[in-house]
């Protein structure tokens, strides 16, 4: 939030986040205690401000929004961005733009109304999607053999390398996969599939709470 934000402002602010549950909230004490530090962890990073934009890239408008974003990606699994804010390929002319909390409108940032802006009267769409979605981090060295019990893609290192997503099914459950580093990924299912993605994923990681078999 600004610096300079009056105390109505703060009050505003700190009454949304007070009014707010995460999709999955409920499952963080479970989250933590079925994570296993250094193998295999689950988190929920709640109330991510995510914008979904319609746009032709090679357009003036595509330039306009590219110039918020730090880019617009060009091909299926890239994402461009630079610093908190990134933009995922969904389609030729389909993005999901993915920041902080803090960057949403009515926290105290303009990312929604900046992109509105910059797409202005041409061809396009802006929704903001903040709450039709949440965002799980599944991180270790095991967290890649997690996914691979249901996700049908190829995910060695070779084929999703860091820095990618794709759209894909978890548990059978339509998310977007974004490989952040070598052993992270972030998983955005929608809000309503949050409880039984979130389980599921708990019983695949069960196996690696107790010491490996000789």
Same mark, same amino acid.
């Given at each position: ?57 090679? $357009?003036?408008? =595509?330039?306009? #929004?590219?110039?918020? &974003?730090?880019? @617009?990606?060009?091909?299926? *699994?890239? %994402? ?25 409108? $009515?926290?105290? =940032?303009?990312? #929604?109304?900046?992109? &509105?802006?910059? @797409?202005?009267?041409?061809? *396009?769409? %802006? ?31 070779? #084929? ?55």
């Amino acid at each position: 939030m600004a610096e300079t934000a009056t105390p109505a402002e703060t009050a505003h602010v700190n009454r949304v986040r007070g009014a707010r549950r995460s999709p999955a909230q409920h499952l963080a004490d479970a989250f933590t205690s079925g994570s296993v530090p250094g193998t295999v962890t689950l988190t929920e990073i709640p109330y991510q401000t995510m914008v979904g934009v319609r746009v032709h890239p090679a $357009s003036d408008a =595509g330039t306009r #929004v590219a110039s918020v &974003t730090g880019g @617009l990606p060009a091909t299926c *699994g890239e %994402v461009t961005g630079a610093g908190s804010v990134n933009a995922l390929w969904l389609g030729p002319t389909e993005f999901l733009v993915v920041a902080p909390e803090e960057a949403h409108d $009515s926290l105290g =940032g303009s990312l #929604v109304s900046d992109l &509105t802006s910059a @797409l202005g009267n041409d061809a *396009g769409q %802006v929704v903001d999607l903040s709450a039709n979605r949440t965002t799980f981090e599944l991180s270790g060295s095991h967290a890649r053999a997690v996914l691979e019990k249901t996700c049908a893609l190829d995910l060695h290192p070779r #084929v999703f390398r860091a820095g990618t997503a794709v759209s894909t099914e978890l548990a059978h459950i339509p998310v977007m996969l974004w490989k952040t580093s070598e052993e992270s990924y972030r998983i955005f299912p929608r809000a309503s599939f949050a409880d039984f993605l979130g389980r599921w994923l708990l019983d695949a990681m069960r196996e690696y709470a107790s010491p490996e078999v000789p």
